[in-house]
């Protein structure tokens, strides 16, 4: 950074020698009046809003358009309490606020954009960002002058008078990051001081501290004129700040060009950086660019002096809420600036994801929770979705104009986040971990620290949700999460989740927990199942290798014993039947079958289950069709050997015990079974077309 010539130096003074002799500071812990500001696309773009700062709260009015003009930027006031506007070109906008008639001349060639008021009160100036100056005639207002700049920078954007003669300036692009300097305006020599400063873009003088304050990109810089040193500054994450001013009372506005305005009560701290100071960023209007000056050059002469009546209640906060859980709007939580005699009798809302719809909530919708709040519910005619959008003026009290201010009022997002869609990702390989893949219905944050916030439900089946253990939470990009878990337990496709009311660790931006009632089904691929078929004593028949069953459409797979890594004709993809090597060495030895049979031709089976005690467990009913014989191998004689093995699921959907259960039923072909073996008897040589079994046998559950 150059250092200023003593000369200088001697001239950075308080600024508006004779000017701010009229805005000396003044230590009071309120302020209100009326914020001007410019849109930068055009229509309705030159705008207002009420301010009222009670020490504690800020309080915005509705928006008022005040005129139109094909483009405005930075607007200032002239001595006659009309607007002048820079045009986003070579124009500058003269406009007279009563009447919002506009009166246009060019700016010398120049691109105006920031405009400033000249000391003398006959000129006003206009620059771009950066680019040339221009002056412009006001007695009578006329086409201006482009004037060319020479030294450091000869491209400028702001401009702030220590005098006629001289004035600070800022050089800087739409980033916010500029050069900050003084400004000879007699040489029209620009002497650089601080070299790219984050946040030298917008400036204004204050008063109340005798500094200026710069605005741009996420910063807002304050420097004493007296030495060019930076005395303190703040960090907006997100902002877009363009243009800002002061009210000489130790309150700050900035235009963000994400919509809001950002308040900061510096009164106590005079530094404009200091955590303790209140502050706020209420949303505006899109497309928000500059603001006017408050005080100081540029400012109204004739403020109006009580812009919001007292007489009338405003709304200063509300949000949308989803009072059901069912994921769309239902209900609107208004805040009140002080106690209410009586309530609305009616409020119109808008919805958020669908501007053309309204509702009209009557006296009959509306209640008190306290003297400052209420609550407005329409379930009968509740929006369409619930969450996930930008705070707008969507609510409107329509009747007691004598009592409630009837603007249009700003309605946040107050309602929690929501399950939009789950997908099961079984492993995939042996050492792979199952996932689960959660869109969420709007951004926030995860915290694997909280476990598995969800509610689960498995069709026919107890709540695995204790069994399941969260090892990782990953994001995916957009509102996505990946959900790794330990073990094989975890959230299967045909499950249904919902997200646990009031969930800690898992919030909106807004902080807005859940409130989700519904369920949401569980998407992707069943994982396979290993059912492998073991020999491990008399009697015993088939052991699945599961952690929790899958409900099949038959209780019976159909086995080829032809085939050595085990051939299931009936099998949905989700099972995979694997034969222990025991059973592949000698199926003679070993019974792994329910039943084995040989056969020459297609053939039916008609079987019902029951344990011991006679309970019906379930039924397996099906064919073995032409089809799927001729996908198996004959023997020399001509037949097919068969395995029918038991899927060990109740008729309810759970797995069944350890212990001894009775077969029954029929077997019946259009050729003949040559041969039968129960699970404890022998081949027996057979030549019939039908076939009754009755027998018992036992399972171990592994």
């Not at 029918?644 to 259960?661: D, E, M």
Request: aromatic content about 8%; glycine content about 12%.
């Amino acid at each position: 950074m150059s250092q200023p010539t003593a000369r200088n130096l001697k001239r950075l003074l308080p600024l508006v020698l004779a000017v701010s002799s009229m805005w000396a500071a003044v230590w009071a812990a309120g302020t209100s009046g009326d914020l001007y500001f410019t849109t930068y696309k055009g229509g309705a773009d030159v705008n207002k809003i009420s301010f009222n700062y009670d020490g504690t709260k800020l309080v915005i009015g509705p928006v008022v358009n005040v005129a139109k003009t094909d483009g405005s930027d930075g607007l200032i006031f002239a001595p006659d309490s009309e607007l002048l506007v820079g045009g986003q070109g070579n124009k500058v906008h003269k406009i007279n606020i009563a009447t919002q008639a506009v009166v246009t001349h060019t700016a010398g060639g120049v691109d105006a954009y920031h405009m400033a008021l000249d000391p003398g009160q006959q000129y006003a100036w206009a620059s771009g960002i950066p680019g040339g100056l221009a002056k412009i005639p006001l007695t009578p207002f006329a086409d201006g002058t482009a004037i060319p700049l020479s030294g450091d920078d000869v491209k400028v954007t702001s401009l702030a008078f220590q005098d006629a003669d001289h004035a600070f300036y800022t050089s800087s692009g739409t980033d916010g990051s500029g050069n900050f300097g003084t400004l000879d305006l007699k040489a029209f020599t620009t002497h650089r001081l601080i070299k790219n400063l984050q946040g030298g873009h917008g400036m204004a003088f204050d008063t109340f501290t005798g500094h200026l304050m710069l605005f741009g990109g996420e910063n807002i810089v304050q420097i004493n004129p007296a030495n060019a040193q930076i005395v303190s500054t703040r960090a907006f994450p997100g902002s877009k700040f363009d243009q800002g001013t002061v009210d000489g009372k130790g309150h700050l506005f900035v235009a963000d060009g994400n919509g809001t305005v950002l308040f900061v009560d510096y009164v106590a701290t005079k530094k404009i950086g200091d955590s303790a100071n209140y502050s706020a960023q209420p949303y505006v209007a899109d497309n928000m660019d500059d603001v006017a000056p408050l005080s100081g050059l540029g400012s109204n002469p004739n403020p109006n002096p009580n812009p919001q009546p007292d007489s009338l209640i405003a709304v200063v906060k509300a949000l949308y809420q989803d009072a059901d859980g069912d994921g769309r709007i239902d209900q609107a939580w208004v805040e009140f600036p002080k106690a209410i005699a009586a309530l609305p009798t009616q409020i119109q809302l808008q919805d958020p994801f669908n501007p053309s719809t309204t509702v009209t909530v009557p006296a009959a919708g509306i209640v008190r929770i306290d003297e400052t709040h209420i609550l407005a519910t329409f379930k009968d005619k509740e929006f369409t979705a619930g969450t996930g959008f930008d705070p707008k003026p969507y609510g409107k009290i329509l009747a007691d104009a004598k009592v409630f201010d009837g603007a249009s009022f700003v309605i946040g997002d107050g309602v929690g986040p929501r399950i939009a869609s789950a997908v099961s990702n079984p492993p995939a390989n042996a050492n792979d971990k199952p996932t689960l893949t959660v869109t969420f219905s709007e951004a926030m944050k995860a915290d694997p620290a909280v476990g598995f916030p969800f509610d689960i439900k498995r069709p026919g089946a107890s709540d695995p949700s204790g069994k399941i253990k969260v090892v990782s939470v990953q994001p995916a990009g957009g509102n996505a999460y990946v959900y790794t878990f330990e073990g094989s337990v975890f959230p299967l496709p045909g499950d249904s989740l919902r997200l646990k009311s009031g969930a800690t660790g898992l919030a909106d931006a807004q902080g807005n927990p859940s409130n989700m009632k519904d369920y949401v089904p569980v998407g992707g691929v069943l994982p396979k199942v290993v059912y492998q078929l073991e020999s491990k004593g008399t009697g015993l028949v088939t052991v699945p290798k599961l952690d929790g069953p899958i409900p099949l459409p038959n209780s019976i797979l159909v086995v080829d014993q032809s085939v050595s890594e085990g051939g299931c004709l009936n099998c949905p993809p989700s099972v995979n039947v694997v034969i222990s090597d025991a059973v592949k060495a000698n199926y003679s030895d070993t019974k792994p079958f329910l039943i084995t049979l040989k056969v020459n031709a297609p053939f039916h089976y008609d079987l019902s289950f029951f344990d011991n005690l006679g309970v019906y467990i379930n039924k397996a009913v099906g064919d073995v069709s032409a089809a799927d014989l001729a996908r198996l191998r004959k023997d020399k004689d001509g037949n097919y050997l068969l395995g029918l093995a038991w899927w060990p699921v109740s008729s309810r959907g759970g797995q069944v015990g350890n212990g001894a259960y009775i077969a029954h039923g029929t077997l019946t072909t259009t050729g003949d079974l040559k041969t039968i073996q129960g699970s404890q008897g022998e081949f027996r040589a057979l030549a019939n077309k039908s076939e009754n079994v009755f027998f018992t046998f036992g399972y171990l559950r592994r």
